[in-house]
């Protein structure tokens, strides 16, 4: 797998990191909850940089948002019961199918 594959992966885990923590922070009146946001973030903007240095800025963030969204979904699920009603598992379900679209068929992915 490319290494800016792995740039775009850590960008996304630190940005689901990053935005579990902002719902633990309780509007940054949390320390440590809040720390972890700021730093989430920081990474996973830092790792988008990089992976743009070989990739679309429309193609990463298509991914990077779209795989976002399902983890935070899924981690809002387990973590904290947020139930996902059929229309939402449906979208999640094109989101993925999007994503899967790009990295596999369109050339514009950068691999």
């Known amino acids: 797998m490319p290494q800016h594959i792995y740039y775009l992966l850590a960008a996304i885990v630190s940005e689901i990191i990053a935005t579990t923590a902002l719902a633990a922070s309780d509007q940054f009146s949390r320390l440590v ?30 991914v990077w948002s779209g795989l976002g969204i399902i983890g935070v979904a899924l981690i809002g699920l387990v973590l904290y019961g947020q139930k996902l009603d059929l229309a939402a598992v449906a979208g999640m379900i094109l989101i993925v199918s999007g994503v899967l679209v790009i990295n596999l068929f369109s050339s514009s992915s950068g691999h």
């Open 33 to 62: 909850p809040s720390i972890i946001v700021v730093v989430g973030y920081a990474i996973s903007f830092y790792m988008l940089s990089v992976t743009l240095k070989v990739m679309p800025v429309g193609i990463v963030y298509a």
